[in-house]
């Protein structure tokens, strides 16, 4: 029963509904009852007719798709093969008992989808120790400018990940890359990072201090912007650990970034350490 009701479209079933609803209807208010069924069997054909051409506008549609994506994959063979493989093995997986292993390729294939659309979009989210962090693979394709925003104190760039983020910012300036950062955090926090300051600036990066008791707290942000065109935002959790870094080439949102990393160097100071001539 369950299959031959699966099987009615709605719109035979409403068409017949309303066919019978007006011949009965023409029946008992007295009309010829031969000519009200007739009237019902025509509309009843109408309904019919529209719909096998909307389930034939339906697989003509299906058919350019199809074609569209055939297309694609033709033009790229690493695509083709993955994605023929994981049709045969969403397959299988269909075709076994466990509703755990669906229901982990159903999330598989979510995350696949959300991930590449996010790319299309601009973006991307990427997370502790990704081989896709701005740390590890962003910074290789700056080419002039890094703008740099950070609430990060000493624990992190003392520790094995900031000593290596270091070195592809000392590679990014011995291309011609030039880096300017913001050192962000409370006046306290500030002074115990000296050495960790002292560091980037002998290294070549052009520091400036800025305790957060000094600047609004919107402006309070972690960010990377990359030759203009490029941000590197982290996002934090509830508690003020890291969560998550997105990365994103969107045009406005880089553009407020930009905007935004201005501001905060308007605010900002040499340490004053420095020399009185590189103050400013």
């Not at 023409?26 to 389930?55: E, N, P």
Request: net charge negative; glycine share 6%.
């Amino acid at each position: 029963m369950k299959s031959i009701l699966k099987n009615i479209d709605a719109i035979q079933l409403g068409g017949f509904l309303i066919s019978a609803f007006i011949s009965l209807t023409l029946i008992f208010t007295g009309h010829d009852s031969i000519s009200s069924a007739l009237l019902g069997f025509v509309l009843a054909i109408l309904a019919q007719l529209f719909d096998i051409q909307k389930r034939q506008s339906d697989i003509e549609e299906r058919i350019l798709r199809s074609a569209a994506i055939s297309q694609t994959l033709y033009k790229d063979e690493w695509l083709l093969q993955r994605i023929e493989q994981i049709i045969k093995d969403y397959d299988i997986v269909r075709g076994k008992w466990f509703e755990g292993f669906r229901l982990r390729a159903n999330s598989a294939i979510n995350d696949c989808y959300e991930i590449i659309h996010g790319l299309a979009e601009g973006y991307m989210y990427v997370g502790d120790k990704s081989p896709f962090s701005f740390g590890v693979l962003g910074i290789q394709y700056a080419e002039k400018s890094l703008k740099a925003v950070t609430l990060s104190d000493s624990r992190f760039w003392d520790g094995v990940y900031g000593e290596n983020y270091l070195k592809s910012n000392e590679t990014a300036i011995q291309h011609g890359v030039k880096i300017v950062r913001v050192f962000m955090n409370s006046a306290e926090t500030l002074q115990n990072m000296e050495a960790s300051i002292r560091k980037q600036h002998d290294m070549g990066i052009d520091v400036y201090v800025l305790a957060t008791e000094d600047i609004p707290k919107q402006l309070h942000d972690d960010i990377v912007v990359m030759d203009d065109r490029y941000l590197n935002k982290t996002e934090f959790t509830g508690s003020g650990k890291v969560k998550e870094w997105k990365i994103t080439i969107d045009a406005i949102e880089v553009e407020q970034a930009c905007r935004k990393f201005d501001s905060i160097l308007r605010a900002a100071r040499k340490p004053a350490w420095l020399s009185n001539t590189e103050n400013r």
